[in-house]
């Protein structure tokens, strides 16, 4: 472990954690819309979307969720699944996958390396389960910083998608 995850650990979500992650969205969505982007996330706190509050709580109860803590305190989220969103324009894999519904950390602790501690525990928890492909996707737009997140690492870029007018990225991950 290095000096920037130190003292994080990650353990199993529950619905408790919720509030939590709804939270850390909200502040995403205030940090991104601070910085000129209104296309990713939207202008609207994530807890106050139709069916954002609904979404977690399903992420929270139906998936495999996990929580980054420091001291006891939720600083990061992983949601897991057998597959992509119905929601989103994305075939499922021709093999078994397993794939990152939900990545966030608390923007007032980025650079920290909350997330990618997080993916790594995704690495794991895919070879855990005997299998060999992990996916996400994520917002292609702005710069393609989010992209050069992922691939930094150790996903590689496969399939561009629309969905409506968000441009996505499909990203994959070998596991052995």
Same mark, same amino acid.
């Given at each position: 472990?290095?000096?920037?995850?130190?003292? &994080?650990?990650?353990?199993?979500? *529950? &619905?408790?954690?919720?509030?939590?992650?709804?939270?850390?969205?909200?502040? !995403?969505?205030?940090?991104?819309?601070? =910085?000129?982007?209104?296309?990713?996330?939207?202008?609207?706190?994530?807890?106050?979307?139709?069916?954002?509050?609904? /979404?977690?709580?399903?992420?929270?109860?139906?998936? !495999?969720?996990?929580?980054?803590?420091?001291?006891?305190?939720?600083?990061?989220?992983?949601?897991?699944?057998?597959?992509?969103?119905?929601?989103?324009?994305? *075939?499922?894999?021709?093999?078994?996958?397993?794939?990152?519904?939900?990545?966030?950390?608390? /923007? =007032?602790? *980025?650079?920290?390396?909350?997330?990618?501690?997080? &993916?790594?525990? !995704?690495?794991?928890?895919?070879?855990?389960?005997?299998?060999?492909?992990?996916?996400?996707?994520?917002?292609?737009?702005?710069?393609?910083?989010?992209?050069?997140?992922?691939?930094?690492?150790?996903?590689?870029?496969?399939? /561009?998608? &629309?969905?409506?007018?968000?441009?996505?990225?499909?990203?994959? /991950?070998?596991?052995?």
């Amino acid at each position: 472990m290095d000096d920037l995850t130190e003292g &994080l650990r990650i353990r199993p979500g *529950a &619905l408790t954690d919720a509030p939590a992650v709804l939270d850390m969205l909200d502040g !995403a969505v205030a940090w991104m819309n601070a =910085r000129g982007n209104t296309e990713q996330w939207g202008t609207i706190p994530y807890s106050r979307r139709p069916d954002g509050v609904e /979404r977690i709580e399903r992420y929270m109860t139906e998936n !495999a969720p996990y929580v980054a803590e420091r001291d006891g305190t939720p600083v990061g989220a992983l949601v897991l699944d057998s597959g992509p969103s119905p929601q989103m324009p994305i *075939a499922p894999a021709d093999e078994p996958e397993v794939y990152v519904r939900l990545l966030i950390s608390d /923007r =007032r602790r *980025a650079g920290q390396g909350i997330g990618a501690a997080l &993916l790594a525990h !995704a690495v794991e928890e895919t070879r855990r389960a005997g299998v060999e492909l992990l996916r996400v996707d994520c917002w292609a737009g702005g710069g393609g910083e989010l992209v050069a997140f992922y691939e930094r690492n150790g996903f590689t870029p496969t399939d /561009r998608f &629309l969905s409506g007018t968000w441009p996505g990225q499909v990203l994959a /991950r070998r596991v052995r």
